[in-house]
């Protein structure tokens, strides 16, 4: 069965800092996966998706995430964090042998301080 | 392009009662998934449904149900409700055939059971 690890329960950094949201996965074959963001009270807003190809994606809002087949991970990077950054930040892994459904990791809550 | 409207916003309840939730899907996509985030928690997969069938379930009890009708919109029932029940209810669209699991979600109706 596929699954989602997200280690870092909450994460604090600087506005203008370098950010890193570690995400990995479980699933036998190449996954579809995703990265959302969820602010407080709000449905989830697409960041980025790897199906195939390139394993640097670039998404909105300036983040980008490299899938990495050996570690089994999917990390979300942005280079400068914005105050407005600050949300909850979903890693899921979908596959059309699941029925289509998507596995959501547990979250990190990204914190930004001035 | 309209994209994924869900009613209501808020709801109260009370256990045992019945609720209907309801969806519509984005302009042009063919297929609705529900999915139930509980406090702090990734959102869950519940069902989905493509040309008015259920089509995907996860790990929910029967007296979770669902309908689609033919505007592609969505209904998810849930009878009997429980305390446990209390989340966000999440529905995201999605067009069968096309990017495979590149689904849009909605805001999400916030349901508490008292």
């Known amino acids: 069965a596929q699954s989602v690890t997200q280690p870092d329960i909450h994460i604090t950094v600087s506005e203008g800092a370098s950010l890193e949201l570690r995400c990995n996965y479980s699933?036998?074959?190449?996954?579809?996966l995703f990265w959302y963001v969820q602010s407080p009270g709000q449905g989830l807003q697409l960041l980025l998706k790897y199906f195939s190809g390139d394993t640097l994606v670039q998404g909105i809002k300036g983040f980008e995430a490299e899938f990495k087949r050996s570690q089994s991970s999917f990390n979300l990077r942005k280079p400068s964090v914005h105050w407005s950054d600050a949300a909850e930040y979903f890693c899921a892994v979908g596959a059309k042998e699941y029925g289509n459904k998507l596995v959501f990791g547990a979250g990190t809550i990204l914190r930004v301080k001035s | 392009e309209t994209g994924v409207t869900q009613s209501p916003t808020h709801l109260i309840k009370t256990r045992g009662q019945q609720v209907t939730l309801r969806c519509s899907s984005q302009s042009g996509h063919n297929t609705v998934s529900w999915y139930q985030q509980a406090l702090g928690q990734g959102p869950q997969f519940i069902f989905q449904?493509?040309?008015?069938?259920?089509?995907g379930r996860g790990n929910f009890p029967p007296r979770f149900s669902g309908l689609q009708f033919p505007n592609y919109s969505s209904e998810l029932n849930v009878n009997a409700l429980e305390l446990d029940d209390s989340a966000l209810y999440l529905c995201?669209?999605?067009?069968?055939?096309?990017?495979?699991?590149?689904?849009?979600f909605g805001p999400g109706t916030r349901l508490t059971v008292l």
């Open positions: 449904y493509y040309r008015e069938e259920e089509n």
């Open positions: 699933y036998g074959a190449t996954p579809y």
């Open positions: 995201a669209s999605s067009l069968a055939g096309g990017k495979m699991n590149e689904q849009f």
